[in-house]
């Protein structure tokens, strides 16, 4: 089972829609990081988020520390929010010196037609 | 710089060949991060800098994958007898802090490998 697990897969949206795309993971985290990557491109980082909830134009994540979920959404979709969404963690609770390192979500590729 | 950079971008390698992969940090990044990306899927964890030391290298599938960062800035990533399971994306990351974080990190583009 992976530690990280996202849906949907694939999602497809009509423009203006409002799209939710959910996190769950299995482990002890200090931070959950959500993650945009073009078709060819590099990745950016959305979010990195411990509690609560953040907020960044039209994105919105947020996290259920107990609940071990965190969900990104995007209002008012937009055909250049047409990308692979991933879902990261941080910060497993041992010693190991990367603590920091990321463990990946296998993305949701959003696909938004105008 | 401006951000991570890696070079080269695509790399077409015959199966056996060794190549390198070249990464720039964010200039001051103590930690510095190696993940591999198998086409469709999320990235790997292969290995971690912090400045010059590898403290962490147990996502390296093989021994013919080495990693340095001799002065603490610019890493290479080593891929010897090159196989075509070794076709990925290969991405680097930055960023700020020592490990114990968290801390955003920052990819560069990747390396494509393509192994024939």
């Known amino acids: 089972k992976n530690e990280v697990e996202q849906s949907p897969q694939n999602l497809t949206a009509q423009e203006g829609e409002f799209i939710t795309i959910n996190c769950s993971y299995s482990?002890?985290?200090?931070?959950l990081h959500w993650l945009q990557q073009h078709p060819g491109g590099g990745i950016v980082s959305l979010f990195m988020?411990?509690?609560g909830k953040k907020k960044h134009g039209r994105l919105i994540a947020t996290i259920n520390i107990q609940e071990k979920h965190s969900s990104l959404h995007i209002t008012a979709s937009h055909p250049r929010d047409s990308a692979v969404y991933i879902c990261?963690?941080?910060?497993?609770?041992?010693?190991?010196?990367?603590?920091?390192?990321?463990?990946f979500g296998g993305g949701t590729r959003v696909l938004v037609k105008p | 710089g401006a951000g991570v950079s890696q070079s080269p971008r695509y790399k077409v390698a015959k199966r056996g060949q060794d190549v390198a992969l070249r990464c720039d940090p964010i200039?001051?990044?103590?930690?510095l991060f190696w993940y591999q990306q198998a086409l469709g899927q999320g990235p790997e964890f292969l290995t971690y800098?912090?400045?010059?030391?590898?403290?962490?290298k147990s996502g390296l599938p093989s021994d013919r994958f080495f990693a340095e960062r001799p002065e603490g800035s610019v890493s290479t990533l080593k891929i010897q007898r090159t196989q075509q399971e070794d076709s990925a994306v290969y991405l680097c990351?930055?960023?700020?802090?020592?490990?114990?974080?968290?801390?955003?990190?920052?990819f560069g583009p990747g390396t494509r490998l393509t192994v024939t």
């Open positions: 990261a963690i941080s910060g497993y609770l041992t010693p190991k010196a990367a603590g920091n390192k990321l463990t």
């Open positions: 482990v002890g985290i200090s931070a």
């Open positions: 988020l411990s509690s």
């Open positions: 200039s001051g990044h103590v930690s």
């Open positions: 800098f912090q400045n010059e030391a590898q403290l962490d």
């Open positions: 990351a930055s960023s700020y802090g020592l490990a114990g974080g968290p801390y955003e990190q920052y």
